[in-house]
């Protein structure tokens, strides 16, 4: 895949990325192709979220204090419009001292300052909505955007003002490699079937509960289990077989999903373009807390192109989880259409096309 040409004069950027895997993955993603064109490239996020481990491993961060909107308007929403004014108030000083060109936003409530930061003086703002229903910063701010870049074509639909173009979502590199990476750890065996369960970057509790209590029937019928747990997990050892491996965390996802014969796991849009990429078929159980239920909507779009089966988690139990995985694992010939139609949603230079929108801006 080549790379971007070179601008002129290296230009400086700031990326605004906190909190989930959903919005740091892409982001870091592309400041890597960025940085490959010469970019300077800083972060923006917050104390003690994800990005404090990730980011500086690759990129110098700054942090400033932001939180989200939630439930209805009252003395908390005073209270976070007055944090918002401070962040942005840091945020503009950030740029200016810095001489930044400007800032690419993969949305959340970090975006909301950086946006308003770089606008207001006139600097360029590049933002990136991964969701098939962009949330409320999106939809708020993106008619002030220079571009806004989507995941979903779905997502145009909410966003009529703004001057939008769909690239897909980017993965981590390691999904993109010429050749699949090999899975050896685990050790699975070529011929069994592997059931991988992820809950995304944070885990999922729910989700962790339901499988565990529907894995003895899987494993019976000779499959094995690959289970992300994420931190937050009480009953984690409550399961033991020698097919069912369970972490926190593994490293190498992507060797898992390629291997998979089926993922099981919440629909957040990073997860769904990494399933896309590994052509995967997934049984989705969207996030009933995430906002204005958003997950169901991605979902949605992957059940409906027929990748994966989409299931409420108030709706499932063990029992039918058993049965649904089984069922599907017991017929080959409903899993290889959905492999297919989970590759036709993959965008592998996603990347690259977020990258390419910042060069362009950039120019101009």
Same mark, same amino acid.
């Given at each position: 895949m080549p790379g971007l040409v070179m601008t002129h004069k290296p230009a400086k950027w700031l990326v605004a990325a906190s909190g989930t895997g959903g919005h740091l993955y892409p982001a870091i993603a592309t400041a890597l192709e960025l940085r490959q064109a010469h970019y300077e490239i800083e972060w923006l996020g917050v104390p003690d979220r994800l990005e404090t481990s990730l980011v500086p491993r690759e990129f110098p961060?700054?942090?400033?204090?932001?939180? $989200?909107? #939630?439930?209805?308007? $009252?003395?908390?929403?005073?209270?976070?419009?007055?944090?918002l004014a401070q962040a942005t108030w840091q945020v503009r000083q950030l740029l200016r001292q810095g001489h930044f060109s400007g800032v690419l936003t993969t949305g959340g409530y970090i975006a909301a300052p950086a946006i308003l930061a770089a606008r207001s003086p006139g600097l360029t703002a590049v933002l990136h909505e991964s969701n098939a229903l962009p949330g409320k910063v999106t939809?708020?701010?993106?008619?002030?955007?220079?571009?806004?870049?989507? $995941?979903?074509?779905?997502?145009? +639909?909410?966003?009529?003002?703004?001057?939008?173009?769909?690239?897909?979502?980017?993965?981590?590199?390691?999904?993109?490699?010429?050749?699949?990476?090999?899975?050896?750890?685990?050790?699975?065996?070529? #011929?069994?079937?592997?059931?991988?369960?992820? $809950?995304?970057?944070?885990?999922?509790?729910?989700?962790?509960?339901?499988?565990?209590?529907?894995?003895?029937?899987?494993?019976? +019928?000779?499959?094995?289990?690959?289970h992300q747990t994420g931190h937050n997990d009480p009953d984690s050892d409550s399961l033991s077989h020698p097919h069912y491996q369970h972490r926190p965390f593994f490293e190498n996802m992507a060797a898992?999903?390629?291997?998979?014969?089926?993922?099981?796991?919440? +629909?957040?849009?990073?997860?769904?373009?990494?399933?896309?990429?590994?052509?995967?078929?997934?049984?989705?159980?969207?996030?009933?807390?995430? +906002?204005?239920?958003?997950?169901?909507?991605?979902?949605?779009?992957?059940?409906?192109?027929?990748?994966?089966?989409?299931?409420?988690?108030?709706?499932?139990?063990?029992?039918?989880l058993q049965t649904q995985v089984l069922d599907l694992l017991n017929q080959p010939e409903r899993l290889a259409p959905m492999a297919q139609a989970a590759g036709q949603m993959a965008t592998r230079d996603s990347a690259q096309r977020l990258a390419d929108i910042v060069q362009k801006v950039t120019e101009k």
């Open positions: 961060l700054h942090r400033v204090a932001m939180a $989200g909107i #939630q439930g209805r308007p $009252g003395l908390a929403t005073v209270r976070l419009l007055g944090q939809r708020w701010l993106s008619p002030w955007c220079t571009t806004v870049a989507l $995941g979903f074509e779905a997502a145009q +639909a909410y966003l009529p003002k703004a001057r939008s173009v769909v690239v897909g979502t980017p993965v981590r590199p390691e999904f993109l490699t010429a050749d699949p990476p090999v899975l050896s750890d685990p050790m699975v065996p070529a #011929q069994a079937p592997l059931i991988v369960v992820v $809950g995304g970057s944070q885990g999922a509790v729910a989700v962790n509960r339901l499988v565990r209590a529907a894995a003895p029937a899987w494993l019976e +019928a000779g499959a094995w289990i690959v898992l999903l390629y291997r998979a014969n089926l993922a099981i796991g919440r +629909a957040g849009a990073g997860t769904l373009a990494e399933l896309a990429i590994t052509h995967t078929p997934s049984l989705l159980i969207p996030y009933p807390y995430a +906002a204005e239920d958003h997950q169901t909507v991605n979902a949605r779009v992957f059940a409906e192109a027929g990748a994966a089966l989409s299931v409420a988690q108030a709706e499932l139990t063990p029992a039918r």
